[in-house]
């Protein structure tokens, strides 16, 4: 077996909107890769990469699955991501681990919402990409308007490097502008002919050549001086430009094919590995020990750094998916959770083809694996050399907006639904579960209906748990509409004993944007500081439960402005309880409003049925945004209530007779009916 060093590794995932073609362009790179020998198709349920039963009998990537293959000598780790809104959290942790990404695009509907959500993502992350235009073979498929709405909606530069031969259902091949050749594929070719421009695309080629070469030397110093000098960009200087803006973030090479018919994998292979970055590319990963940042290396000599992006439980035990920054990790050896304080033994180290596993004999700095033996590691959790820890920067994790109640339908199965849940909830951090204070119901959480719908049907069939849902509910928030200056707080205890004693004067207001802000304006000593932070502790304890109807409290500044002690009887604790209480007063003396999640909701719908769509919208609070027209359909951008949108799949089918379809994306809170509610 070859050895790869971290300078012939690409990790990279495929990002886009659901149904782009994200999991068929996986297939067929691992078809094109030689890693495996029949292509499979999502609508028969045949791919490797959607293993789940979930996945093939829904027809959508759930669970990010990782995948590797070997081309030009280059090892590649590809991980294919989710496209559905509700787990954008699986793309955020993938990303957080990748160098690079291919985002895919239909060539008919171009950006969708969601294409745009994940390429903000890749945009937080820092990760580089390279665009697929798939599909090109479709009625009404442009790739001119595909690159135009790149443009106009995620801003990049695109660097458009081939030409479409033929349109439509007469898509053949591509012109690759950068080498000045036709790659075309015929029916049931395996690989694609290279041959000459056709002659009938000639000149529009050499437009097109010429038009790239200008917008790379507008972008590339050494480019720019080769284009002012030469009047023109060889091969070799264009190619590596291209590489250096795809690397910097300031261009973005476009290729096109349709992954269905097998056009167009090889070039984007070839772009892969000539473009995107490796291991040796990137920043050095960045950590903490001690309180002091450190930088480490992909050096597989360097102390081991690793960072566990996934948690799988499988019937053969715990997978701990990882990412090798640095140092060489080998079977039997014992490493450092620098999250948990412990030491965990790796028993085997598996490279990761989906549901598949290859055994290793060790992982080395660039490398993508799966391991089996640590038992407690978390996603997020920092793997590194005992005698050289470092905690690196975990994924972020999504706040949940929706939950449902769960039960048991036979009492002897709670405890099962409990260990069933535990397990969800470690393999999918954006899950959570706990227990409603009021009523005692098991309530779990998630970022959408079909989030939750998942998580339940994985609880039947994984843990064998027959399980009762109830309707779901949404995670409101309250804010401040209007404050109060001045509000004073006395805490006096004194029943034997040393007493209590805390004077607070508070000023509560609201501020722009989610979260709290703590300030002090006492002067003179008034109070001491470590009273002022006892204080702090005791309010942010007040927002966790508003007087409107006990949810979190957000976007809201408390000032201290004045208080007293007592010489004996005042304490951190006596503080932190006025704090607390004065807070938890105050807001009941606010005039306070209540706040829901909205998401931005895009349906595209047969153009005969957009009046009923319209005024059904409308009916759920919806507020139109946006129309468009858009290969015969029409497409209708709204902002809508997430409480309004529970069903709204079967209501939308019903309506436009199975035709319609829409997506969601979440877009924050807004002030819901029957606001700046009085309370107190």
Known sequence: MRTHTPATVRNLGILAH???????????????????????????????????????DRGITIFAAAVTCSWD????????????????????RSLRVLDGAVAVFDAVAGVEPQSESVWRQADRHGVPRIAFVNKMDRAGADLDTAVDSIRRRLHPAPLVVQLPIGAEDGFTGVVDLVRMRALTWADGAEAAEEGPVPEESRAEAARRRRLLEEAVAERHPAALEEFCDRGALGAGPLAAALRDLTRSGEGVVVLCGSAYRNRGVEPLLDAVVAYLPSPLDVPPVRGTHQGEERERAAD??????????????????????????????????????????????????????ADRHDPLERAVAGDIVAVVGPKAARPGATLCAPDAPLVLE????????????????????TGKLASALARLAEEDPSLVVRTDPETGQTLLSGMGELHLEVAAERVRREHGVEITVGRPGVAYRE???????????????????????????????????????????????????EYVRA?????????AQGPLGGHPVTGVRVTLTDG???????????????????????LRACAMVLLEP?????????????????????????RVIGSDTRAGAAVLTATVPLAELFGYATRLRGRTRGRGTFTARPTGYAAAPATAVRAG
């Not at 204080?535 to 927002?543: D, F, I, K, P, S």
């Open 18 to 56: 659901v149904d782009a073609g994200k999991t068929t362009v996986t297939e067929r790179v691992l078809y094109a890769t030689g890693t495996t020998y029949k292509r499979g198709e999502v609508h028969d349920g045949t791919t490797v990469t959607d293993f789940d039963p979930q996945e093939r």
């Open 73 to 92: 000598g280059h090892r590649i780790n590809l991980i294919d991501t989710p496209g559905h809104v509700d787990f954008a959290d699986e793309v955020e």
């Open 300 to 353: 597989p000599d360097a102390p081991l750094a690793a960072l566990a992006f996934k948690v799988q439980a499988t019937p053969t035990g715990r997978l701990t998916f990882l990412r090798v920054y640095s140092g060489t990790m080998e079977k039997g050896d014992t490493v450092w959770d620098a999250t948990t304080g412990r030491g965990e033994r790796i028993g085997r180290i598996l490279r990761v083809r």
């Open 394 to 413: 975990p994924p972020g994790t999504a706040e949940p907006v929706v939950h449902v109640a769960v039960e048991a339908r036979r009492s002897t199965d």
């Open 479 to 529: 804010t401040v509409g209007k404050g109060v200056s001045g509000f004073v707080y006395r805490h006096v205890k004194q029943d034997g004993g040393a007493g209590q004693f805390a004077h607070v004067v508070l000023d509560v207001e609201p501020r722009e944007g989610a979260g709290f802000v703590f300030a002090s304006a006492v002067t003179g000593g008034r109070v001491p500081q």
């Open 535 to 543: 204080v702090e502790a005791g309010c942010r304890e007040a927002l």
């Open 564 to 586: 007293q002690t007592h010489v004996k009887d005042s304490s951190d604790t006596a503080f932190r309880t006025a704090g607390r209480l004065g807070l938890r007063d105050a």
């Open 598 to 622: 909205v998401v931005e909701v895009t349906v595209t719908v047969p153009e005969d049925a957009v009046g009923g769509v319209l005024g059904d919208l409308a009916a759920r609070r919806g």
